[in-house]
């Protein structure tokens, strides 16, 4: 009996947590750490709980989605709900920029989308501005930058010759992409766009798996 | 209840939702308790919850609004207790609520039930 028991209610409460994955972490913690106190104290109450007990106490407590939207509908948080356009979205913020409007398109879909929380949409906003496309045009900004000087020097203090000799003077200036740091960006640059999109991806799998669960 | 009105049923869930935390929060007018306790007065009276564990949602809001405090307790058995009474911020919502309330009640009563004024 005993062991059933730990199954059905560590079931359920698994149940319960990943119904609630949307929530912040904090409130989500405090419902789960109430509720599975609630059902210790109700397994308290009969000295030999037996499995249909146990089935009746998590059946009065209701199902784990239920309590999951009641529980975003009290803090206001909008059920996630993916769409068709979410995986569009990814692949517009990557290499729509190449098209130019492309990424704005996916920046669009990105931000009327339910499947992502705020905090995704500015990953996927700001890392990169432009996606791919800005990480290829950076990479093509010279790596260093020449500037050559002519100045011509007329010898006047012997006066035999009339010409003049004209000295050339470079400077190499060192670019922005020159030095090692520079370098390192420049591969961080590079990743940046195809992390976000791997992140964007996982955070979209989860969501789907949610609401799978949910339904 | 298949005769219902469209919408009538929407209406009825939406008064209970509505009212459950005042009647939360008049149960720890008086008294704290724990939350399970809470739980099972509530769920004791016909038609105010259908399901116990989406109490526990709105204990966490009211927690979070002010209206109620928590306070942890050593319990006779097993780990401390989450004990819930109602702040003074939540007296004044709880008053003003009751005011309305009986308003309101008053007058739909005097159409529904024909009562004089």
């Known amino acids: 009996v005993n062991e059933t028991r730990n199954r059905e209610v560590g079931e359920y409460l698994r149940r319960l947590q990943r119904s609630m994955g949307d929530l912040p972490p904090s409130r989500r913690d405090e419902i789960l750490a109430e509720i599975e106190e609630h059902i210790a104290a109700e397994l308290a109450e009969v000295p030999e709980p037996t499995d249909a007990d146990v089935r009746n106490v998590l059946e009065r407590l209701g199902d784990p989605g239920d309590i999951a939207a009641e529980a975003r509908d009290r803090f206001g948080i909008k059920p996630r709900r993916p769409s068709w356009t979410d995986p569009l979205a990814i692949i517009l913020l990557l290499v729509g920029g190449f098209t130019f409007v492309g990424w704005f398109v996916g920046v669009v879909l990105l931000w009327i989308s339910a499947a992502w929380k705020t905090r995704d949409k500015l990953i996927g906003t700001l890392i990169l501005p432009g996606g791919l496309a800005s990480s290829f045009l950076l990479l093509n900004l010279p790596a260093s930058r020449e500037e050559c000087l002519q100045v011509a020097h007329r010898p006047s203090t012997t006066g035999t010759i009339s010409g003049s000799v004209v000295h050339t003077t470079c400077v190499t200036h060192p670019g922005a992409f020159g030095s090692v740091g520079g370098q390192v960006f420049l591969v961080v640059l590079l990743i940046a766009p195809i992390a976000t999109a791997v992140y964007l991806s996982w955070r979209l799998h989860q969501t789907r798996k949610q609401v799978a669960l949910a339904s | ?117």
């Open chain 2, 1 to 117: 209840m298949c005769n219902m009105v469209a919408g009538q049923d929407r209406l009825l869930t939406q008064m209970r939702r509505g009212t459950l935390e005042y009647c939360v929060m008049a149960l720890l007018r008086d008294e704290e308790r724990y939350g399970f306790d809470l739980v099972k007065a509530l769920g004791a009276v016909d038609g105010m919850v259908t399901s116990e564990g989406t109490i526990y949602p709105l204990l966490s809001r009211l927690r979070r609004d002010g209206l109620v405090k928590t306070t942890w307790e050593e319990s006779p058995n097993g780990p401390p207790r989450r004990y819930y009474r109602l702040s003074p911020k939540g007296h004044d919502a709880l008053d003003q609520f009751v005011d309305e309330w009986r308003r309101f009640r008053d007058s739909v009563n005097r159409f529904v039930e024909g009562e004089k004024p």
